[in-house]
């Protein structure tokens, strides 16, 4: 028997922004080119917040810089829809990892021909469609020569629902789509290929009692190379609700929705086999890719210029109290997040991915400083570097690394020579390299501050 547990969960309103799981966002290279592949094929529009034909010109602590978008939302319910956006914040770092450009590149590799399952197509935003829509949409899809993969899968009472997965070109972006009913894949129902539970039963129920919609979101999903620790995190530490448990007999798939406090859209997670995903870079790769940079230039949460950050969907709920991911904080140091002023603003999922939270927290987090948030970067965050003024985080840190003595509370010079030689020995390199490193970073540092174009720094990512 598959093991195999839907559980229930109430209604609530469409997601938007503003209101529960509000968007999914990644980091791009050519985010306009990705805009107008949605724009063509779904019911959206340009999202009312994007900065004027779609760049923002910023300002910050002197440099000028530029960031191109490519933000649309859903026709969900009046205005504000669920946003898919696209984002190239150029001037920031991917230092420790890979560039977007070249994680894009595997993505179209892999996904590009569409002919069978790989695992990376589990990093989507999924859709359920109207029957109508849906076949109007694969029929487009065809006419305009845009591969998917077809597929069906458990629906309610055992009924097969149908879906097609689909690439946005050149990016990460991944797009799942489903319905309960298909005149276009019903009579190849056959031979279609079958995978397991896409949809919590809540959210199965959900869609097909909200037909007027020609398309909803349905979940937020994630490919994870552990769904215990994903597990772990978000009931223990996010205080959400476990919606989908699933594993298969063979322990090929395995499966965790969870769902946030004040949302309707759920947030799913899939692990599979290794071999599940063509060629040498893995899920569990690009997940140690991800921490790796992260844990490089975020030894100071108040610096914002992880550029993978901007992989995260958003999870609105202004009115909930959410006092335990301070707690979850306390209890993890070697926790990585961006600070939003006082506040947490990005916090990291066990994925790599973030988790930007637009939500109520009493308090602040221990190492969020008020005073680096400017009022006059609006309307757009994605200006927004913060205060890196950890120099070490940028030649030095590692996964699960304690603060460098530079970040710490000064005390006396031996004390300050010990952590110097425990930062050394941390680091395979003698005190004196690790100072000239750090003298040598603290300069590039003012430097990265001063350099009036993106391009002059580029070579740091």
Known sequence: MLALLLLSAGFATAQESGAGVSKSTFAASKPKEG?????DYLPVSVAQDECAKDRCNCTWLGDSFS???????????GEGGFGLHLVATEHKLTTGGLTVEAVEASFSEKLGGMAAFDAFMDYNTHFFATHDYFDLLLNNFRAGGVPFLPFRFPGLGGASWYGAIAHVPNTQMVLEFSSNSSAVLAPLAATLLELEPRLPAAVLRRVAASAERQLQVAVVSRASSDVAAIEAFYVQGMNTSLSLFYESDDDTVKTRCVKWQDATVDVCFRQRSPSATSGDFSVAAFESMLHAVHHTLLRDPNCGMDRWQDNHYAIDAPELNAEWI???LDDHEDARYVCNGDSVHYLFDPTGFAVQLDMGINGSAVRCDARDWDSGLEPDYSCWNGVCADAFALAFGGRNASLPFAARPRRNGTAASEELAALA??????????LAAGLVATLALVAFRRAPKPTEYASLN
């Open 425 to 434: 020995a941390a680091v395979g390199a003698p005190p004196t390299f690790v």
């Open 326 to 328: 301070l707690r979850y």
């Open 35 to 39: 805009m107008q592949f949605l724009l």
């Open 67 to 77: 960031v191109l978008q490519g933000r649309v939302s859903l026709h969900e319910r």
